[in-house]
């Protein structure tokens, strides 16, 4: 009760507080995921959405799955508890057709061809933006549905430190450390992060976190920089619902992860209009799944049994970029790309795959920056399936006197098998699931839509259609003859999907804003079923920040949706919609100690009025889970 006072305060506190700080005037967002340059938002010809820092904090949101939830076109998908399996799709995607990149760096597995966003952490996060669609002409395989690309800070100015202490119900607490500046020629942005929960189930539903992050940007020249990034993640987790299809709780098995990510870049620049970077990277998991005898059947058969499984999926890339601009109106990108996915895991998959890539692109602008158009193709010479071509086109046209943009685009697109639908090995008697003669999946898209500002950027809405079209699926499907339904990965069919994303985002007067977006999502598959992409979607979120009071209350809209069955009968099933609602705080103290920059105080609290809901079929989303903490901010 105290904790819950203590959080009344928070949301209730005065709004004109004299000597509170304003907020820091920030800058126009650019954008560096559509282009691999970094130009303004508004040039932009794709569909583009960028999550700022300033954003992460209005929403409290601890991890960048919390964030994502608001982006149109995005569905946002976690088994049950803190920690669990968390996917996204975009527009209907499959979650292994949406490349993830961390600073640049691939970090979707390479079994699995989806990356689990259940443990990434948005501490040291300066922004993250998504690209929905059109990702394949600059990032080949896995970005047919688009690209996700999470930035870290970079350390300016005087030295600053940070800490943060908070904690909730469910035994929940979290301990964030930073520190960020610069030394001469030296930038730097370091964080590390503690998460702990006991959860909300009567056992094993328990997690925990340990997350630090380190990016260095030195200025050896004036023209030429070395920039280090590296991240560490460990995480442990109990899987409450790992016997659902037993229909009883699974008391003792677990997951525990070991992330690394590292990089380093060289950027120079050669003469004024003439660019280059080179840059290597790293990423790898170990992934250690366990669990001891547990008393169940499973259609008669027991199924008690000591589990140890462990996958070892990494990721090395290597990249050379150039970029010439031959005038104000014309900046032409090429680039080469050499990636290794590789996996050692204790099913017996000890493989790897090499390839080859090729980018040329041209940005061109004309008449004084109102119409841009961006052309570009890719090749790239796969190891298991050969060479393919990725070409796209995309424009724009600003008309600056009425605030209206318009866009469009064509793209094309393609995902390499994973190595586990390559090379997964006979197991419990069945032959080998793995298919080493699979060809790529295929995409084609359409893209066109309309951007609207209205009353000097105090209303601003959109609306963008969208189609696309997937070929040789890679789908499991039963052995012919096989007597007992075992499945091997092939190429099937076709999928085609149609939508339209709008959003609307209302200054009401100068503190208050409201923001909110729409998805339609129309879908065809050739067995009939997507599951977990419901057709309409979306979020309503206010903000309102003054005087140093910054409050959120959004609301997500998710509408029914096909599922899987979790318990037996086995099958098909359709999932209910559910409205869940979050309210997030925070509060600058109008008062300074010595060597304080600022002190503040803020909460949370998710799934506001405790809803019952499932975003998996079998695997109930958490209750009501609140966060309050303190914040200082320490330097000049």
């Not at 995902?415 to 060809?439: Q, V």
Request: with cysteine; charged share 25%; glycine share 10%.
């Amino acid at each position: 009760m105290k904790v819950l006072f203590l959080f009344s305060l928070i949301l209730f506190l005065p709004i004109n507080v004299p000597g509170a700080e304003s907020p820091e005037v920030t800058l126009a967002p650019v954008f560096v995921t559509s282009t691999r340059t970094e130009i303004p938002l508004e040039l932009v010809t794709t569909s583009a959405t960028v999550i700022t820092a300033d954003d992460l904090e209005a929403l409290q949101a601890k991890t960048v799955l919390d964030a994502l939830r608001y982006v149109p076109g995005l569905d946002v998908v976690q088994t049950g508890s803190r920690g669990t399996t968390a996917t996204v799709f975009i527009r209907g995607s499959e979650s292994d057709h949406v490349l993830v990149l961390i600073d640049g760096v691939e970090v979707n597995s390479t079994t699995l061809g989806a990356f689990n966003f259940a443990h990434l952490t948005t501490e040291n996060v300066e922004r993250i933006e998504i690209l929905r669609g059109a990702g394949g002409t600059l990032y080949g395989s896995q970005a047919i549905g688009g690209v996700i690309n999470i930035i870290t800070k970079r350390g300016r100015g005087p030295v600053e430190a940070g800490i943060s202490l908070e904690g909730g119900n469910g035994w929940t607490h979290r301990q964030v450390l930073s520190l960020q500046g610069e030394a001469g020629r030296l930038g730097y942005s370091v964080s590390a992060a503690h998460l702990k929960t006991d959860g909300f189930r009567s056992v094993n539903d328990d997690y925990q976190n340990l997350s630090t992050s380190a990016r260095l940007d030195y200025q050896v020249t004036e023209d030429a920089s070395l920039k280090g990034i590296f991240r560490f993640l460990k995480t442990d987790v109990g899987l409450f619902n790992n016997n659902n299809f037993a229909s009883v709780v699974d008391p003792n098995a677990r997951e525990a992860t070991t992330q690394y990510l590292g990089k380093l870049e060289w950027e120079q620049r050669i003469l004024k209009n003439w660019d280059y970077r080179i840059s290597g990277s790293m990423f790898k998991e170990n992934i250690k799944d366990s669990d001891d005898v547990d008393e169940c059947t499973f259609f008669g058969f027991p199924c008690d049994s000591r589990t140890r499984d462990r996958f070892r999926p990494r990721t090395d890339t290597g990249e050379f970029q150039t970029n010439y601009r031959f005038a104000d109106w014309s900046t032409t990108t090429f680039g080469v790309e050499y990636k290794r996915r590789s996996a050692d895991t204790s099913d017996g998959i000890d493989k790897a795959i090499r390839n080859m890539g090729y980018y040329l692109q041209e940005q061109l602008q004309f008449l004084e920056k109102r119409l841009i158009m961006i052309p570009g193709i890719r090749l790239d010479d796969n190891q298991s399936f050969g060479t393919e071509w990725t070409p796209s086109l995309s424009a724009a046209y600003l008309f600056r006197e009425i605030g209206t943009k318009l866009k469009a685009g064509y793209a094309k697109g393609f995902k390499a098998p994973t190595l586990n639908e390559l090379f997964f090995p006979p197991a419990f008697g069945c032959p080998a699931f793995g298919n080493p003669n699979l060809d790529a999946e295929k995409s084609w898209e359409l893209n066109a839509g309309v951007e609207q500002e209205v009353s000097a950027e105090r209303i601003k809405m959109g609306a963008t259609y969208f189609h696309r079209e997937v070929k040789d699926l890679i789908e499991g499907r039963p052995i012919s003859g096989d007597p007992f339904g075992c499945f091997r990965a092939v190429n099937v069919g076709s999928a085609r999907f149609d939508g339209v994303e709008t959003m609307l985002r209302i200054k009401i007067f100068a503190p208050l804003s409201l923001d909110t977006q729409y998805t339609f999502l129309n879908w065809s598959t050739a067995d009939g079923i997507l599951p977990r992409r419901p057709k309409h979607r979306g979020s309503v979120g206010l903000n309102y920040l003054q005087d140093g009071l910054n409050m959120n209350i959004a609301a997500i809209i998710v509408g029914r949706r096909d599922d899987f069955r979790a318990e037996s009968p086995f099958g098909n099933t359709t999932s209910p919609g559910y409205v869940r609602a979050d309210l997030g705080s925070s509060y600058v103290l109008p008062w300074r100690a010595p060597g304080v920059k600022h002190t503040s105080v803020f909460g949370k609290i998710e799934n506001l009025f405790n809803k019952k809901y499932e975003e998996v079929d079998g695997f109930r989303a958490r209750p009501l889970n609140f966060l309050v903490g303190v914040r200082g901010t320490f330097g000049r």
